[in-house]
T-cell receptor, first 114, second 113 residues
C-alpha cells in the first residue's frame, strides 16, 4: 500500500521558470511532511518541511503548500536553476516527533534546462 | 559537525558471501535508520535503532538481514548469504530525539555478482 504517492516520475522546466512538484497521501493521520532532494550517487538531502497546522512554509526559493482536505502537497521552486536538477522525494513520518520511519514517495526527477 | 558517515561507499560481494555496512550518525543524534533503494524505486524503510535497542524492524526481510547499534561504535547492517536481489543502495540516516527530520549519509552501493 503506497501511502505517499508522487505520480509524475519526471518534470522538465526551463531555467528561471517555476517548478511544481506534487505529492499525494492517503493516511489522514499524517501530520508532518518533508521534502528531500537527491543527486545521483549521493544520499537524500533535507530541503523543507511543513506541519499540518500550517498550509504554507517558505524557505528562499522553495515553498511547500499543504492542502489537508485534498491530502495533497506541492513543492514550488522559483526561479528554477540548472543546479536544481535532481530527484525530489516527499516523505511523511509514521509518528509525529517520536522518531520512527519515514514513508517516501517514489520520487520525481526534475530537469531544469538552461 | 560531520554529517552521517557510511562505509564502504561501494561493496562487491559474490553470491553467498556476507556484507557488512557501517554507519556513524551525526554527533548528538541517538536515532539511526536504515533504508534501501532498489533500482528505479524509492527509498524503503528497513529498521530503526537507538543505542543497543531495535525500535522498529518492520521493514527488514525476515531472513539473512540483521542490524545493530552498539553502545560504542557505528551501527552495522549485516546481510548474510547475499543474493543478486540484494543489489541496491543502502542509506543510513540519523536524527536527534524528538525530531522528524532525518539526515542521510552518502549510501553504500552493494553489488552482488
Amino acid at each position: 500500500d503506497q501511502q505517499v504517492k508522487q505520480n509524475s516520475p519526471s518534470l522538465s522546466v526551463q531555467e528561471g521558470r517555476i517548478s511544481i512538484l506534487n505529492c499525494d497521501y492517503t493516511n489522514s493521520m499524517f501530520d508532518y511532511f518533508l521534502w528531500y532532494k537527491k543527486y545521483p550517487a549521493e544520499g537524500p538531502t533535507f530541503l523543507i518541511s511543513i506541519s499540518s497546522i500550517k498550509d504554507k512554509n517558505e524557505d528562499g526559493r522553495f515553498t511547500v503548500f499543504l492542502n489537508k482536505s485534498a491530502k495533497h502537497l506541492s513543492l514550488h521552486i522559483v526561479p528554477s536553476q540548472p543546479g536544481d536538477s535532481a530527484v525530489y522525494f516527499c516523505a511523511a513520518p509514521r509518528s509525529y516527533n517520536q522518531g520512527g520511519k519515514l514513508i517516501f514517495g517514489q520520487g520525481t526527477e526534475l530537469s531544469v534546462k538552461p | 559537525n560531520a554529517g552521517v558517515m557510511q562505509n564502504p561507499r561501494h561493496l562487491v560481494r559474490r553470491r553467498g558471501q556476507e556484507a557488512r555496512l557501517r554507519c556513524s550518525p551525526m554527533k548528538g543524534h541517538s536515532h539511526v535508520y536504515w533504508y534501501r533503494q532498489l533500482p528505479e524505486e524509492g527509498l524503503k524503510f528497513m529498521v530503526y535503532l537507538q543505542k543497543e535497542n531495535i525500535i522498529d524492524e518492520s521493514g527488514m526481510p525476515k531472513e539473512r538481514f540483521s542490524a545493530e547499534f552498539p553502545k560504542e561504535g557505528p551501527s552495522i547492517l549485516r546481510i548474510q548469504q547475499v543474493v543478486r536481489g540484494d543489489s541496491a543502495a543502502y542509506f543510513c540516516a540519523s536524527s536527534p530525539p524528538g525530531r522528524n527530520e532525518q539526515y542521510f549519509g552518502p549510501g553504500t552501493r552493494l553489488t552482488v555478482t
